[in-house]
C-alpha cells in the first residue's frame, strides 16, 4: 500500500516552496442560537451578528427552534466576520450551508444566493461584491440540503487587507409577492492561502491528509487530532457523503461514485480542512 503525505511545512519553507495554510474562520452565530431564549425575533437585526439594510416587521428572522427565515423581498442578511482578507497568491474561501423553502407549497424555481463582500471602513453599506453564487432549489418543499461553494480571490485583489462579509438571499419569481419563504442553517467557513509562509505559521497548519489521491475506491483521512466529521461534495456544492468518526483515521469507499473532482471537508477538535480529491485511475489501499 503507497500512502501520499504532505511534505512538513517546515521542509517546504526551507527551500522556498509554495505552501498553503488552511484554517477555519470563525462565524459568529453561525447556527442562529444566540439569544438562546426559544423566541422568536420578527428581523434579523434583533439578533447577534446578522444584520440586514431591511428593518421591515418579519420580512427575515429567527424562528423560536433557532433557524433563520428569509422571505424573497426581504433582501439580504449579513454576517461581517472577524477576518482580514490575506494579501497572497491566492485565497480560497470554502463557505456551506444548510437550505430549504418551505412556503408556498408550488414550486417555481427558488434559489439561495450566497455572497461574499469586503468591507473598508465601518459603513456596512460600502461593502462590495467580490463574488456570488446561485443555489438551485431541487428538493422537495421542508426537506434540507446541504450547499457549499469555494470563493477564489487571487494576488492583486482589491479585497487584500478588508474585512470579509457573508451575506445570504432567497430568490423566487415574483408569483406571490412578499410571500414566498425559505430557511437557511449552519454556516461554516474554511481558507486556504497559497503563498510563502513564514516560521510564525508553521504551528498555524493543521495536520490533516487524505490518500492515495488520485483515489480508485477507497481514500484515508488521517489528523493529528480526533476526527469529529467527514463530508464529502461534489464540485456543484450536493453533500454526498458524510461521517462522523472520532478518531485520527477514517475511510471513505467512493467506489459508487463518477470519475471527477471532489471535497473533503475533514472536521477535528481543533480545525477545519478542506481536501480536494480526484476519482479516477489511483490506486486500491
Known sequence: MIR???????????????????????????????????????????????HSENFTYNAHGRESNYICYLQNSGGSIFNVLDEIIPAAEKVEYSVSFRGRWIWPAAFDNYQFVLKLCYLEGTDTLGRTTIDEVYFDIITPRDDWTDYMNEFIISSGSPAAGKKLVLEVSFWAPDIYPNEIWGDVDDFKMARTVTGEISSSQIHDIPHTSVYPNPVKDIVMAESAEPITAVSLYNTCGQLLKSYTPYSCKTNINTSDLDDGLYLIHIETTKSHTVHKIVKGSGRNN
Do not use: C, H, R
Request: proline share 4%; no cysteine.
Open 4 to 50: 501520499i503525505f504532505t511534505f512538513s511545512i517546515a521542509l517546504l519553507v526551507a527551500f522556498g516552496v509554495k505552501a498553503q495554510d488552511v484554517d477555519s474562520i470563525y462565524i459568529e452565530n453561525w447556527d442562529f442560537s444566540l439569544p438562546d431564549d426559544s423566541t422568536k425575533y420578527w428581523n434579523i437585526n434583533e439578533i447577534p451578528a446578522w
